[in-house]
């Protein structure tokens, strides 16, 4: 069989250029030549990293390699075919050994041979059989036809299951396993332990000795619920998920949740803000670890100065400004990217400590990659179509056979639940928004999302009890005037508000007029504005401002000096002494806040002012630090190499590869360069701006093979301009192995160019 470098050599540059794009990291370092390439591509890691994309029918062919011995020695396709089964179609076959071939986990597509990596990966057991024996198939089978029950049942149970299996001697099976020891029908590993062979698990399982051959992925039953019902759906979470992050924030603002001496979120703390939402501790949990990915909320300010508690930051300003679709398609992506598992917050760990929110117990690295692999199922769906979850998980088993079942369930489950709380899926399908989220483009997300939605309505229905109900999603001014005279009830599709009282003073502390309170429910509202609420703004406003407050510490005023003996006299109730200065003007040291939550608590109505007379908003002011570097990095692909760069980096190899076969025995590969000859020609070089080629030694043993202009030479090292990495660099010269000058005419003959 050829050796790996053998076959690499064969490869065309097209076949190379495939071979690297399709396994990304044996270009990380870049490698000097095919020597250093072939030394890659049978490591174990790598090995691994191209076998997890492999489909169960691919495992199935390296499986059929594997009993065939193809590690050994070569196959003949025929035989592997013969192996799978008459089941499996050629054209099925030819495919999935060129696929195998592009990943260079075989050599051959006619005849065909494995590295041993490749099958030290499958493991012991490939497809459930056990290590070659003595006997062959045809041998096996005979001796299976002669055995009785007891036996044949004990070689059953081991064909179909874990080929190992153990057997004291003194149980009711002992004479049995060693009946079959003796016919060589099993093997003893040792005393209480033994294996059943390779050719006998073949003649036991018939025609099927692989099993169950699977050349296509599950069909699974896909529900078709129309595209704008998804696309709906998936909508309207998408908007009560911005509506649930806008009130968190707002939450966490007016009482900042303190932080753990871990950094994380207390569970306690997380099931405050829980209850206060009205969602549970699943959701909120999400939500926190959302929000501190996209750097909303924080422990630390730019300076990297420690809070005491989970405080907003301007980036929170920020996206309460956004409109809806473009805040969704952020979170959506931030939630995608995200390296954190927040399903994991409650649970306890292997140390049985509770996981908290926001802790670094709960980074997951490959989170990204693990939700990009559940989503990309749903996304080959139609538009529309959805899976449940068994046959969603039947097909990721389909597509990533290696990965553990429950550790595929377990991020399967997580995932769609989360995008469903998101609404990036719905109804088991992946909508429209969704597919632009998976692709990263976050602006197709937004206008997606605005697509999907029904143009926002201008109008309410506003009823006697005083509530108002919005019938669809409020355009963005109105729903901020609303939020500010009345309070939200309950949200969704339709939205319930509730005015009160304290709602109605809250808008006029804003500065809103009684005249504006009742133009802006005039023009709204589609049933009319019943007379309760037209009272209730009249009284308020008639009453609201009569009694001002300022500061002086602070004073009080007002025109009617029987309001002002009202307010002396329930000041000093809880011991506000208050000085009258007129009959219509009285001032005190207490705060001005103290006397206004007093005087307002006895029923009355003051309202605060500046010193211009203007009405001062008294609205607790949300908590802000200032943005700070995120606390859990976000996941980004690396991008790939472009066709040029992989084209270029394959013509390099070829070009060393080429130096290095030229400089076997007699040209300095078997020696190294004495070492004045060596500095003589790197001193020529630098004095008439030559170049020379040079072996060089790196840091692991390694030597590499360039091409390199001499400028100077001091102090142990040489400095030249590296024709392999294009730039000037320090070679220090102890390192340097070999030198050669090239031909006279500069070409890159063999043995001579390495070149970009």
């Not at 790996?4 to 065309?12: C, Y």
């Not at 989970?310 to 980036?315: G, H, S, V």
């Not at 201008?458 to 009890?465: E, G, N, R």
């Not at 609205?619 to 084209?647: F, V």
């Amino acid at each position: 069989m050829p050796t790996t470098l053998d076959w690499l050599r064969s490869r065309d540059d097209r076949e190379l250029v495939g071979l690297l794009r399709a396994r990304p990291d044996l270009t990380v370092p870049a490698p000097t030549d095919l020597t250093v390439l072939a030394g890659r591509l049978n490591t174990g890691p790598s090995v691994w990293r191209a076998m997890e994309s492999l489909t169960l029918f691919h495992i199935q062919v390296l499986q059929a390699l594997t009993v065939l011995g193809a590690g050994k020695h070569a196959v003949a396709r025929d035989d592997i075919a013969d192996l799978l089964g008459s089941d499996v179609p050629d054209l099925a076959l030819a495919t999935a050994l060129g696929d195998l071939e592009l990943l260079a986990l075989v050599r051959g597509t006619d005849v065909v041979h494995m590295p041993s990596a490749v099958s030290a990966a499958l493991g012991p057991y490939p497809a459930g059989l056990g290590s070659p024996g003595r006997l062959t198939v045809d041998e096996a089978r005979s001796g299976v036809a002669e055995l009785d029950e007891d036996q044949r049942t004990i070689l059953d149970r081991l064909a179909h299951g874990t080929p190992r299996g153990s057997a004291d001697h003194r149980s009711r099976i002992a004479d049995a396993v060693s009946g079959l020891v003796e016919a060589e029908l099993l093997r003893r590993v040792d005393p209480a332990t033994v294996e059943l062979p390779r050719e006998v698990g073949i003649a036991l399982r018939g025609d099927r000795p692989l099993g169950e051959i699977q050349v296509r992925e599950p069909s699974g039953d896909e529900r078709d619920h129309g595209a704008s019902t998804v696309d709906g759906t998936g909508g309207g979470q998408a908007l009560a998920t911005v509506a649930r992050l806008s009130r968190l924030l707002e939450l966490i603002g007016d009482s900042p949740p303190p932080a753990l001496k871990s950094g994380g979120l207390g569970i306690r703390e997380l099931r405050r803000l829980a209850k206060a939402m009205g969602y549970d501790e699943v959701i909120a949990a999400l939500d926190v670890e959302l929000l501190a990915a996209a750097s909303m909320i924080a422990t630390s300010d730019a300076r990297g100065r420690s809070a005491d508690a989970w405080t907003p930051t301007a980036a929170a300003d920020e996206f309460l400004a956004l409109p809806h679709e473009r805040a969704w398609a952020q979170i959506a992506q931030t939630w995608l990217d995200l390296r954190r598992n927040p399903s994991r917050v409650g649970t306890r760990d292997a140390a049985d400590k509770v996981q908290n929110a926001l802790s670094v117990e709960l980074s997951w690295i490959r989170g990204p990659a693990d939700r990009r692999f559940v989503l990309s199922a749903l996304a080959d769906l139609p538009r529309g179509c959805g899976l449940d979850r068994s046959a969603l998980s039947a097909r990721l088993a389909w597509r990533s056979p290696l990965r553990p079942p429950e550790r595929r369930d377990a991020v399967l489950a997580s995932t769609v639940s989360e995008a469903t709380t998101l609404g990036v899926v719905a109804f088991d399908a992946l909508t429209t928004a969704g597919r632009a989220v998976l692709r990263g483009d976050v602006t197709g997300a937004a206008d997606a999302l605005a697509a999907a939605l029904p143009p926002p309505v201008d109008t309410v229905l506003i009823q006697a009890d005083l509530t108002m109900v919005a019938p669809g999603r409020l355009e963005p001014d109105l729903a901020a005037r609303l939020g500010q005279v009345a309070d939200v009830e309950s949200a969704g599709s339709a939205t319930v508000y509730r005015v009160t009282p304290q709602t109605i003073r809250r808008a006029l502390d804003a500065g809103a007029s009684t005249a504006e309170l009742h133009d802006l429910f005039g023009r709204h509202s589609a049933t009319g504005v019943p007379q309760a609420l037209t009272y209730l703004i009249d009284d308020i406003g008639r009453r609201y401002g009569v009694l001002r407050v300022g500061r002086a510490g602070t004073y009080l005023r007002s025109d009617d000096p029987a309001l002002i003996d009202q307010a002396v006299a329930e000041a000093s109730t809880v011991a506000i002494t208050l000085r009258r200065l007129a009959p219509t003007v009285a001032v005190t040291a207490a705060s001005l806040d103290d006397l206004m939550t007093q005087l307002r608590s006895a029923g009355m109505v003051p309202a605060a002012e500046d010193a211009t007379g203007g009405v001062l908003d008294l609205r607790r002011r949300p908590h802000r630090i200032k943005a700070s570097p995120p606390i859990h990095q976000l996941w980004r692909e690396p991008a790939p190499p472009s066709d040029d760069q992989l084209d270029n980096l394959v013509a390099r190899m070829r070009s060393a590869d080429r130096a290095g076969a030229a400089t076997g025995p007699g040209r300095g590969q078997g020696a190294a360069s004495p070492p004045g000859h060596s500095l003589a020609l790197l001193r020529e070089a630098a004095d008439h701006r030559g170049s020379v080629w040079i072996g060089y030694v790196d840091a692991e043993g390694g030597t590499s093979h360039r091409i390199i202009e001499p400028v100077a030479l001091s102090g142990g090292a040489v400095i030249a301009y590296d024709r392999l990495r294009g730039a000037m660099r320090t070679f220090a010269l102890h390192r340097i192995s070999r030198v050669r000058p090239l031909d006279d005419d500069g070409t890159d003959a063999p043995g001579t160019a390495v070149d970009d």
